[in-house]
């Protein structure tokens, strides 16, 4: 059949199975939005505030199921504002498809009005994008599309459409989507090797990240833990992959991961690290971080050994992987080893509870405790973000959603709004956020009041640039610069203006009402929580630095 | 091309040939790649092929094994990248092509003309007050050229940078795995991954 760039546009989201597409309007994608109406039965548009929120809106629709976030955006200055997404979606790797209009291909080159050179500006930043130039390669190249985005390590792409592409027509032939082909083959030989290595370990440790979330691997993950009596460490990208209470899992790893975690890194003879890339947040000094062995598992070949150097690697989806090596692992006990890690976590930092003023471990118990273990956690960027990451009390691995690679602030509105929208009314959505972080991106809390999202929001409001300010604190001088903005904003306010519900607290006993009241909110709600300028995130290894440095007060 | 840093004592000179997708774009994507990873280029030339479809880009460079490990499985991840390798520098035919414009009066035209003929270079043009010699080889050969004209007013030079193939009949390299159905480690050609693992 006969179609125009636009239809095949649809049709072929359709065939994808994309169900929600967020966006902002324009003139170049205008062909786009029109044939959009015409499908709103089929495809629901999600209009944000910004692109930016779009972006990130489908990051978190991304992170939250699996599936593949979409985003549409005009030319110029509305492609030119999903740059920060993708680059975030870019560097955790988040499957996401952006579309992006541009002028005429006439016109492009010419400098025309709102032409940027998208492609060119997000190459670096997604797994590959284009620019469709001819009508007839439309439908090809958007398959091509979500097929990369989903394949292999996941990522962002970016298709870009010149306006006469959307109106210029051409025979159209519906296809099934093809199937994602994953690795499930494992070369036998390297898992006999990893699985011997494992059995000889005395003090063996898994280390995993965000590659384990998305391989779904959770399951071979807790069977080869308990099988060989393994203990694991995490990093900010796996934060639930494992039970909060479980008593294997030491907890995070890193610059600001607990002590045992770091310490049994630094003493154990053997790492299994799976799905994780070492960064220099994880690894903060690649020569003394540790001293065992290290296997690696991982989907992309490129991250074999490219921060620390390895014993053995295994290239493929992490759940495959596990799967193979099971079955030559030998079941274990490691008395010693256990014993005493059981001591090290004696010597972990503990928060003082206080009752007199809202300390955030307390803040973030009595979330937890209220909002359940099946609630989503999204988070946007600085020391609210690691105190989430420490004290949350995680059940599930697509619950917590936050930016680790890039470190977005502004991050976690546009997130949370993707993952409600993805998963429906009835599933609790808790955003938590810094009074700077929520000032880049508040602007999308009308988003929430259009499409009546019942997002919870804590903010943990210290008024000044917390993260930074820490930073200053220990390695400044106490000189505090440009991170105390003596902002007068009235959160509460702000959520009335917004026509959404606004809280304060200043001690546990009002967030705890505070809280309850906005649970049982139809709409989006905040809380605005007074905390101490000079709380900090504890424990902290600074950068460059190994388990020797370790700042616990 | 990126800047050079200072060479290491275990860096060697290496060439790198990939295979790549014959579109518009193509190189900037690579050479961007190379530019945010780091990895410090000597020369690079792209040249068609036998198949339309196909560009070859021929990669001269410094490094040690883990940079050159680093920069082929960072290109293979390109979409537009089929097939990247080391060349073996033993089993492989390098060219070079320079252009040299040498400052020459009449006194100085039969030294000239006996260094170019020693090296077998062409002269191809020639002025009251120039030279331009013209000279194929490997980067060794055109490096020791251009050491005999210190002496020498050099006015301009050009070269192309290195162009490579291997020796021998059509040699089989291994097609770079898409990510989705790499079912076994594939070793790099002439050497394992880290780790030493190697296919079954």
Known sequence: ?553 | MTQQSLPRPEDRRRVISLLVDNHSGVLARVSSLFNRRGFNIDSLTVSATNDPAVSRITVSTHGNDRDIDQLILQTERLEVSRQVFELDLENSLQRELLLLKVACGSRQRAELKEIASIYKAKIIDLSPDSMVLELTGKPEKIDAFLKMFSEYEILELCRTGVTALERGGKHEHIQKPPQEIRDYQFPMPGRGLAGGASSQ
Request: proline share 4%; with cysteine; aromatic share 8%.
């Open chain 1, 1 to 553: 059949m006969r179609l125009t760039g636009s239809q095949i546009f649809v049709e072929v989201l359709i065939e994808q199975g994309v169900d929600i597409l967020f966006g902002y309007p324009g003139g170049a994608v205008l062909n786009l939005y029109d044939e959009l109406y015409k499908s709103s039965d089929r495809i629901q548009t999600v209009l944000t505030a910004h692109e930016q929120g779009a972006s990130h809106a489908a990051d978190g629709y991304a992170r939250a199921t699996g599936r593949t976030g979409v985003v549409l955006a005009t030319s110029g200055p509305g492609a030119t504002n999903l740059v920060t997404g993708i680059a975030t979606a870019y560097m955790d790797s988040v499957p996401m498809v952006a579309f992006t209009g541009n002028v005429a291909t006439s016109l492009i080159g010419r400098d025309s009005f709102q032409e940027a050179y998208i492609e060119g500006i997000t190459l670096p930043i997604t797994k590959h994008n284009y620019t469709v130039r001819r009508v007839e390669d439309l439908a090809d190249t958007m398959r091509s599309a979500f097929r990369i985005a989903q394949s292999g390590r996941k990522g962002p792409v970016l298709v870009d459409i010149p306006k006469d592409v959307t109106a210029n027509s051409c025979e159209f032939t519906p296809k099934e989507p093809e199937l994602i082909r994953t690795v499930t083959q494992v070369n036998d030989a390297l898992a006999r090797q990893a699985a011997a290595m494992i059995n000889e370990a005395q003090r063996p440790l898994v280390c995993f990240g965000g590659g384990v979330r998305s391989a779904a691997g959770c399951q071979p993950l807790r069977a080869l833990l308990e099988k060989a009596d393994i203990p694991a460490t995490h990093t900010l990208m796996a934060a639930g992959v494992l039970d909060y209470g479980d008593p294997r899992n030491l907890g995070m790893l890193g610059m600001h991961g607990c002590f045992t975690a770091n310490k049994a890194m630094a003493e154990a003879d053997l790492v299994l690290a799976i799905g994780t890339r070492f960064s220099d947040r994880v690894a903060l000094n690649p020569e003394t971080f540790t001293s065992a062995k290290v296997i690696q598992i991982d989907i992309d070949p490129s991250e074999m050994g490219k921060n620390i150097a390895l014993d053995l690697s295994i290239t493929g989806d992490a759940s495959y992987v596990l799967q193979a090596i099971l079955p030559y692992v030998e079941p274990a006990l490691h008395k010693d080893w256990m014993a005493q890690i059981v001591a090290w976590r004696k010597m972990d930092y503990r928060p003082i509870d206080s009752d007199r003023v809202l300390r955030p471990h307390q803040l973030i118990d009595e979330l937890c405790r209220q909002a359940g273990p099946e609630a989503v956690y999204v988070t946007d960027v600085g020391q609210h973000q690691l105190w989430a990451a420490q004290y949350l009390h995680h059940t599930k691995s697509r619950g917590f959603l936050t930016s680790g690679g890039l470190g977005t602030m502004g991050f976690g509105y546009g997130a949370a709004i993707g993952a409600q929208m993805a998963l429906g009314r009835r599933q609790r959505v808790i955003m938590l956020t810094g009074d700077g972080s929520f000032h880049m991106n508040l602007n999308e809390g009308c988003t929430a009041v259009s499409y009546q999202l019942p997002i919870i929001t804590v903010i943990f409001n210290n008024q000044v640039l917390g993260m930074v300010r820490q930073w200053q604190t220990s390695f400044y001088g106490k000189r505090y610069s440009s991170t105390d903005p003596h902002r007068k904003t009235d959160f509460v306010k702000v959520a009335e203006g917004f026509g959404a519900k606004g809280y304060r607290a200043a001690t546990l006993e009002e967030f705890r009402t505070a809280l309850a009241d906005a649970l049982q909110q139809e709409g989006p709600s905040w809380i605005d929580c007074r905390i101490d300028k000079d709380e900090r995130v504890l424990p902290m290894i600074p950068g460059g630095g190994d388990i020797r440095d370790i700042i616990m007060e």
